[in-house]
């Protein structure tokens, strides 16, 4: 069990390893204080050598062993950490007496196909075992999903109305077409807990402009829902899709930059979160269509003027403007018309702020803006 814990660290690891399975008194199926064997241990690894020398060499292998602390299984253990032909073999067994691997689930109830695609740490760079997830679809496991009915706001989040109700759905990661509860897709239904399950999608053969821009019967695709949620990593996914669209609007005309400026103004602290930059710098944009979506959410009352402010301090944003009002440009003097007809007068301030010292740095202009609120 030892050798298994800290294998394979190499050839001689293995080594080492094998020559104690082949000991004649050896008992591969010995637990420690949490019920776990040595394969479990073995699953644990980055590689399957050593699991698949201990299915080779002990037939009667516990295969079915669990954390009795977390109850994550070996099944689990090889699916987190990539290993292709181990849970290929869990799910060839034809014995009676195996569990359904598929639907087993840890003590926070989560399938391994959940473990290996919910979102973790925003900040880790962790590698997403696409094969592992295709073997778990293909096998029939799907995602299970609880959403409410309720109606989205782009702006201040989900409408609590008399008709609200809960809906839970199985996500079918292999039919990327299909439209579940109202006129959902996968891609969409994932957008919330299953960042890394859009990677997933978006590597599909059957994946298309028409599944990715899909919307939903509100008129929200994927990437409205990922901007929602403030969903780094299914944002980063989705904008980094030759086929995605981010010019499109919903029925109440918010587009997905409105969405992801909505999700900052839903935190108690806004300066830890800002997805609307990473919208901003898809290459879709000219300064034309940057300054048309700065017009359009200056003038909508859900915005607020600290969100606003946020916008124009993009390095795109602001240089789609000449903040020149001596000379007349007229983008600059609109601008400056529809910010002074919002309340409060911040807005304004904000404008005439970048109009004065247009040209300093962007953390002088930021600094001097973020006074306004004081």
Not at 96 to 113: E, V
Not at 158 to 176: F, K
Not at 332 to 350: G, K, M, N
Request: proline share 5%; hydrophobic share 40%; aromatic share 8%.
């Amino acid at each position: 069990m030892v050798a298994c814990t800290r294998g394979p660290g190499g050839d001689d690891a293995l080594e080492v390893a094998h020559l104690l399975a082949a000991h004649p008194s050896i008992e591969p199926n010995l637990q420690d204080t949490r019920g776990r064997n040595v394969f479990f241990y073995a699953c644990g690894h980055s590689t399957d050598a050593l699991a698949n020398m201990l299915i080779t060499i002990f037939p009667n292998l516990e295969v079915d062993n669990c954390d009795q602390l977390t109850k994550r299984t070996a099944f689990m253990e090889a699916c987190l950490h990539g290993m292709e032909s181990v849970v290929s073999w869990f799910l060839s067994r034809s014995r009676k007496s195996d569990p359904p691997f598929l639907q087993q689930t840890n003590t926070k109830g989560k399938t391994a196909l959940q473990q290996v695609l919910v979102k973790r740490g925003l900040n880790r760079d962790e590698i997403v075992p696409l094969p592992v997830v295709e073997i778990l679809s293909k096998h029939g496991g799907c995602l299970p999903d609880i959403y409410t009915s309720g109606k989205l706001h782009g702006i201040y989040g989900v409408e609590q109305t008399s008709d609200n109700s809960v809906a839970t759905m199985e996500i079918d990661l292999e039919d990327v077409h299909r439209r579940y509860g109202q006129g959902r897709t996968a891609l969409m239904l994932v957008s919330e807990h299953y960042s890394f399950a859009v990677n997933y999608l978006l590597s599909r053969p059957t994946i298309d402009s028409a599944c990715v821009n899909s919307q939903d019967d509100d008129g929200r695709s994927a990437l409205m829902f990922a901007c929602f949620y403030g969903n780094t990593y299914a944002i980063k996914a989705l904008l980094a899709s030759p086929l995605v669209d981010i010019h499109l609007r919903d029925h109440d005309g918010l587009s997905a930059l409105e969405y992801s400026l909505g999700y900052i103004q839903r935190q108690s602290n806004p300066l830890s979160f800002s997805n609307a930059p990473s919208i901003l710098d898809h290459p879709s944009w000219n300064p034309s269509s940057i300054r048309k979506a700065v017009f359009t959410i200056v003038q909508n009352e859900d915005i607020s003027a600290w969100s606003f402010s946020r916008l124009l301090e993009h390095e795109r944003a602001r240089g789609s403007f000449k903040w020149d009002l001596e000379l007349g440009d007229p983008d600059t003097i609109l601008l400056v018309l529809h910010a002074a007809h919002r309340y409060p007068s911040v807005f304004l301030d904000i404008v005439l702020v970048h109009c004065l010292i247009s040209q300093e740095p962007s953390d002088v202009i930021a600094s001097r803006v973020d006074r306004l609120f004081l």
